[in-house]
């Protein structure tokens, strides 16, 4: 039977050393997951050794991927620190257990009455040919076991047979071909290929990493990350619950990463997979080289889509034909291939602005039509200005990116004052009432920022 220390001596003694959870000492710990007793060494010198001595919630000792922290209380020696960092003292003493990622423990902890405990061989000049000791954690259940030395202690056994220490770290990823971890709240990764194991983790969160005006998101967002070493893809599936996405939206969901700074939402949907979404499952699927923030969300043009595909048929054959032409040309404005980010376009860029300029103008016919229907006027004129919105915010972004250069060269300050202008005669334009007009100053716009970029000298070359 495991020794237990009373709650009033335990008490007492925190007491008596002044040890009052503060200035770092009350740390997080995540010992005995199953809350059986799975928390207790025995030391030969030292006596039971509890890693969970107040409980769930700690003090304790917490075990990361790389390092162990907290205390731990020995009932003949008492407090055992298991890292400078309890203390903030690493500046002046820095020691610690470390984790090498995958449950082999090593370094030292300290206790002010016995002084070093080492929990490995390779800690001291030792040699572990002849004298092997040490204390792993097996990845896959948690598991403590092994020896550690105290040179004034002897030694501090580790005994899964009795019951031992757990802890709910674990090295979840293991190494090998087409590895999947599953992170919970319906989130899956599938590794190509893991070269070194390690821990995967995810965070959901409701705080979005950055704005966007070009997609509407789902307020969850995912942070993966992991410190398994791996080459090749990861795919993402996310397990969505539908009970706030309207049926005619979610065909349109589509799942983005977050890079860079700030954050700008990059697609990666995996358009290889079919259905994906899979909307009667509820899974959609990305495919990443790397792991940051991700989401699930609709580009904001495909809400034009459904509103315009929402009206047919209208009874009106002519009616119906231009509706299905700007459907069609707002998909083509969306093809993967002419978009860098949510936010930016390719080279082919241009293209986005052509498509939108046919969508629009298939739109005016029926708003300029007396025969047509209000109601089918003013979803046209709204999802007209929606584009003329988004256009215009493609071209000042790029415009801002060029910004960011001016004064460094007199041919790119030449671009940028072309697509200020260009942005000027497309605001002239709107004002007469000619929308198809504004794009093409739009589309002039953007590309002489695009311009502007690539007459950015080189860092090496002499600027004019």
Known sequence: MHYTIKPTLLW???????????NGFARAENIDPENNGSQYAWGENAGWINLEPM?????????EDSKLTGYIWAENIGWI???????????????????????????YAWNEN???????????????????????????????????????????????????????????????????????????????????????????????PGDSFFINFISVYYNINTTATFDGDVRIEITYDDSGILPAIEPFL??????????????????????????????????????SIFAMGVPVKQLPIVALSELLTTGDDETDKHIQKAIESIEKSLAPELWESDST?????????????????????LIK?????????????????????????????ALTEAKAYEGMDKKVDKEI???????????????????????????????????AMKKVPEPDEDLE
């Open 369 to 397: 039509d007396k025969k047509v229907p209000d109601y089918v006027k003013d979803v046209c004129e709204n999802v007209t200005d929606e584009l003329l919105t988004a256009d215009k915010l493609l071209a000042e972004t």
């Open 114 to 208: 016995v002084g070093w405990i080492s929990f490995s061989c390779v800690n001291t000049d030792i040699d572990c040919a002849s004298t092997y000791y040490g204390v792993a954690i097996d990845p896959a259940t948690g598991q403590f076991s092994g020896k550690a030395w105290g040179e004034n202690i002897g030694w501090i056994t580790f005994d899964p047979l009795a019951g031992g220490v757990k802890t709910s770290w674990g090295a979840n990823t293991a190494a090998g071909q087409d590895v999947t971890v599953y992170l919970g709240s319906g989130v899956t990764v599938t590794f190509d290929n893991v070269t070194a194991p390690g821990n995967t983790t995810m965070t959901a969160s409701d705080t979005p």
């Open 12 to 22: 007492f003694t925190i007491l008596v050393l002044g040890i009052v959870f503060v």
């Open 417 to 451: 004052e072309k697509s200020e202008k260009e942005l000027e005669k497309a605001t002239k334009e709107l004002e007469k009432g000619k929308p198809e007009k504004a794009i093409d100053h739009y589309k002039k716009a953007w590309e002489h920022a695009q311009k």
């Open 254 to 291: 589509k799942i983005f990463k977050f890079d860079g700074s700030p954050p700008v939402a990059r697609d990666i949907t995996d358009y290889s997979s079919s259905p994906n979404p899979d909307t009667a499952a509820n899974i959609i699927i990305g495919v990443t080289d790397g792991f």
């Open 345 to 365: 376009l390719t080279k082919k860029g241009k293209k986005v602005f052509d498509n939108e300029k046919k969508a629009v103008k298939n739109l005016q016919k």
């Open 81 to 107: 620190s298991l890292s400078c960092e309890n203390t903030s003292s690493c500046a002046t003493v820095d020691y610690g257990v470390a984790n090498d990622g995958v449950g082999n423990l090593y370094g």
């Open 55 to 63: 409980g769930d919630g700690g003090p304790g000792a917490e075990v």
